[in-house]
């Protein structure tokens, strides 16, 4: 068994060598005579040099892709991220070759779209926090006009920057988007947000010349935009990171927006009945006490909050219309607090599922060792394991959370989670994007603890390994002695699972390798790799190449044997494969011969059908005006 490292090389910086050079050229322009300026005209040149250097080298991960990556990506997703960063960079511009102007289109799956919502949320937002608390409350109307008309009007030019991104706004015909604008302008047209959208702007306002400046009911149809708000909660939560947190978050805001409608309309019917009227109304405001506004509200939102959690301790209703307000708000109330039971009840436990379902696993383990009786050096190790993968959040199953994606979606995001311990490895760097794909699909991560034996000299291979992190020991028979030491990147096993002809070792393993620490490793199984080199065969003669070349240098290489006829077991295994292959087709053939019967079947059965159609047709009454001669011609 051979291991591999890698060591990275360190890159020259031509930005540095280009900045340098531009210098120099400056340098020996600047020794031309000159009686002032040489020398601050020298420094410029170099600190503007230093800092287009500097400027590429902080973004270089950023504009430079990596090759490793985009190797394995292909030369289809290079050309379609091509498009995407063009078409980004081309929004509203023009196209490079050809001078044509193009319509700006916004992609609805675009950061630029999900910051407008962002922008959007706010006058939305403050219209409909705002607007039923200035109608309710004359004061705070009154007070700050200047402030609310300049608010107002700046929200009404936001509604119409809305229309127009709406207008522009893509969308996916047979997966492409389109961005013809009279289409697109059709298609918003024919949905029921442009309805609303034009209501929300028509300009109920002007009824301030009649009504008086201190009337902003009037500007109520401004909340008929409610639904791009919840456009901009749903594409919030899918692109936080803690989604659960958010849910919470949204629904006590919900809440909060409720109760504060519910304490201006209970304000509002308190000034509609009088004030102290009777015990259930708000108290009377000439009262100093109650005649601030600060003190109107906060009592009504008291009122309301205390109404709604149907907690009681009110002031009984006195009058009809206060008696139905009141059940309509315990009506509210009682589903305010099951939606809240049952929301909540249900994100704590998507929050602590992971927990319980880990938990669980470590209660049934724990029942068998106390069943079976294992010793206590052994259960702690047990739990020591299970306590390293919780603390280091390595209990996650990869397979089934990305088992929804496609393999390439699958592949692509297992490469960039593990890009810098893939590009170690000699054995990833050389083989096909293909074949990457597949080897990267069947990696196993596995957790070994402090002490444990990966594999042992003399055991059959039947997996190789890859060290993602941690580090491992080859050691002698003694299990002390350290030969080497293996770090992130290495591999072993791949000489013993490839059944290379002519090995003295055959498919034993050739050392002992042990775990320092805890160690984090692939596994690739020889089924896998073997099914995935079946498609690849100048991969696997690469590959069985390198390690006839590992063999020969470790003195483990038998040229006679190698040099000797094909392997009796390479041709049982190949017998066998085509043996498989041969009861595949046959399963297959005997499934087309039964459909076609099948079929053969049924256009039989429409023939006679048919058949027996025209018979009837042709023995019924002629049809009128037909000659007894074309009848006699239909028979």
Not at 328 to 344: M, P, Q
């Amino acid at each position: 068994m051979g291991w591999r490292t890698h060591s990275p090389c360190e890159e020259t910086s031509p930005e540095l060598q280009q900045g340098i050079a531009m210098e120099t050229r400056g340098r020996a322009e600047s020794r031309r005579p000159s009686f002032t300026g040489r020398g601050p005209a020298r420094w410029w040149r170099l600190i503007v040099s230093l800092r287009v250097w500097a400027t590429r080298h902080v973004h270089h991960e950023d504009q430079t892709p990596d090759s490793f990556l985009e190797r394995f990506r292909g030369a289809e997703l290079k050309e379609v991220s091509s498009q995407e960063s063009n078409a980004q960079s081309n929004m509203g511009g023009q196209e490079p070759d050809g001078g044509r102007r193009t319509t700006a289109v916004v992609d609805p799956s675009s950061n630029v779209y999900y910051h407008w919502l962002t922008v959007i949320a706010l006058p939305i937002s403050y219209n409909w926090c705002l607007l039923v608390c200035r109608a309710c409350f004359d004061e705070l109307q009154a007070e700050h006009l200047v402030l609310w008309l300049v608010l107002d009007y700046s929200a009404d030019v936001l509604y119409g920057l809305d229309v127009l991104v709406r207008a522009r706004t893509g969308f996916l015909e047979q997966g492409l988007m389109v961005r013809d604008a009279k289409r697109l302008w059709q298609h918003y047209t024919k949905t029921a947000h442009f309805k609303l959208d034009v209501l929300s702007l028509v300009p109920t306002d002007l009824a301030y010349f009649k009504l008086g400046i201190n009337s902003p009911e009037l500007r109520f149809n401004r909340l008929l935009k409610l639904a791009r708000l919840f456009e901009f909660f749903d594409r919030t939560e899918t692109r936080t990171n803690y989604p659960n947190v958010f849910r919470i978050g949204n629904l006590v805001l919900y809440i909060l927006v409720i109760i504060h409608w519910n304490a201006c309309i209970y304000f509002a019917i308190s000034k509609f009945i009088g004030f102290g009227t009777d015990s259930w109304v708000y108290p009377n405001v000439s009262n100093p006490e109650y005649g601030r506004l600060s003190r109107k509200y906060i009592y009504s939102l008291y009122w309301s909050t205390l109404t709604l959690t149907t907690i009681g301790e009110t002031p009984p209703p006195v009058k009809d219309g206060e008696y139905l307000f009141v059940v309509i708000d315990f009506l509210v109330g009682v589903l305010i607090f099951a939606t809240i039971v049952g929301n909540v009840g249900s994100m704590i436990s998507n929050m602590n599922a992971s927990r319980a379902e880990f938990q669980a696993k470590i209660d049934s383990i724990k029942q068998y060792m106390q069943f079976r009786k294992v010793t206590k050096d052994l259960e702690m190790r047990v739990i020591r394991w299970f306590d390293y993968l919780w603390a280091n959040r390595k209990t996650v199953d990869e397979k089934e959370v990305l088992r929804s994606l496609p393999d390439k979606l699958r592949a692509e995001i297992a490469v960039s989670v593990h890009l810098d311990t893939l590009k170690k490895v000699r054995i990833f760097q050389d083989c096909e994007a293909g074949l990457l794909v597949e080897l990267v699909l069947k990696l196993r991560p596995v957790v070994f603890s402090p002490g444990d034996y990966i594999c042992k000299k003399g055991d059959i291979g039947r997996e190789m390994y890859i060290i993602k992190e941690g580090k491992l020991a080859v050691v002698a028979d003694d299990g002390i002695t350290q030969f080497v030491v293996l770090s992130d990147g290495s591999y072993f096993g791949e000489i013993s699972i490839l059944n290379i002809k002519g090995s003295k070792s055959g498919n034993r393993r050739t050392a002992n390798i042990r775990s320092i620490g805890y160690s984090d490793l692939f596994c690739l199984s020889k089924a896998d790799l073997m099914e995935a080199l079946t498609e690849y065969p100048d991969a696997k003669r690469a590959l069985e190449e390198k390690g006839r070349q590992v063999l020969i240098k470790d003195n483990l290489m038998d040229e006679d044997l190698a040099k000797a006829g094909p392997d009796p077991q390479d041709l049982e295994e190949k017998v066998e494969r085509l043996e498989s292959s041969l009861d595949t087709l046959q399963t297959r053939f005997a499934r087309l011969l039964a459909e076609y019967s099948a079929t053969q079947m049924k256009v039989k059965q429409r023939l006679s059908h048919l058949e027996s159609q025209v018979g009837t047709c042709a023995g019924g009454p002629l049809p009128e005006g037909d000659p007894p001669e074309a009848g006699t011609k239909r028979q």
